[in-house]
């Protein structure tokens, strides 16, 4: 039974994995087909020298680091008030911003900025995309934290409070530090969200503002250019290097 389960799973791993394996491959390919014609560098090469590569990645990186930066601080606050106060209609937001579907989020928020920027005179950047990836990262902040936060003693905080600290400061000297590898777990994690997003990016960018994501869609879509399959394992591996490292921290919780 045991090997039956093993040899199961193996097999579900295989179907899962083995277009990004096959992916992979290809990007050491000499050619430019799915014929392998030689082990070579030559994609990665290129990928390296496509300045419109390089500006969307730099994109992609700013815009995820700003968006995990103000979706961390706000929502490990949020976090921290959901569990001093539990409210169910905060809770019921959160879970529902989860699972609406990509293409309504960005529609709305396409339409919010649009309505706002008429009166501000604004236009579609990076800044709409870095607010859009903010909002949808701060829900999964937030549960990353207050799950870690369910598992606290909340007598630590009363305690600190008892010896003359406000409210603020036992948060910041006594919960915070022990909220650091959840914080830095859900840093991880929005992170890789942000870097990862097509759909939202693609209605809130503009005409002027494009991320990796964005291009790599672009390329595919004109024919598969090898240079894709490049850029693409090294997304893989660097986010998947992050997830590992997320975990890792989940579990020092």
């Not at 700003?66 to 959160?94: H, I, N, P």
Request: some cysteine; overall charge neutral; proline content about 2%.
């Amino acid at each position: 039974m045991r090997r039956a389960i093993a040899c199961a799973a193996a097999l579900l791993l295989l179907f899962l994995h083995a277009p990004l394996v096959v992916l992979a491959v290809f990007s050491f390919n000499a050619g430019r087909f799915t014929l392998w014609e030689g082990f070579s560098l030559r994609w990665y090469e290129e990928a390296a020298r496509d300045a419109r590569l390089i500006e969307a990645a730099g994109n992609s990186l700013l815009i995820a680091a700003a968006a995990t930066a103000a979706a961390t601080v706000a929502g490990t606050l949020c976090a921290w008030a959901l569990w001093k106060r539990e409210s169910r209609t905060l809770m019921l937001g959160l879970s529902l911003s989860l699972v609406t579907p990509e293409i309504v989020t960005g529609v709305a928020l396409l339409a919010l900025f649009q309505w706002l920027f008429r009166f501000a005179g604004l236009q579609l950047g990076l800044h709409t995309v870095v607010l859009a990836h903010t909002s949808f990262c701060l829900a999964f902040v937030v549960l990353v934290v207050l799950a870690r936060l369910r598992t606290m003693d909340s007598s630590l905080e009363e305690a600190a409070m008892d010896l003359g600290a406000t409210e603020w400061q036992a948060f910041r000297r006594v919960t915070l530090p022990n909220l650091v590898p959840a914080v830095l777990s859900a840093a991880l994690l929005a992170f890789t969200i942000s870097f990862d997003d097509y759909v939202i990016t693609s209605l809130v960018a503009g005409v002027d503002t494009e991320t990796l994501p964005m291009v790599l869609y672009a390329m595919a879509r004109r024919g598969g250019s090898p240079v894709v399959n490049a850029v693409s394992t090294v997304v893989v591996v660097a986010l998947g290097a992050g997830i590992l490292a997320a975990e890792s921290l989940r579990e020092k919780r």
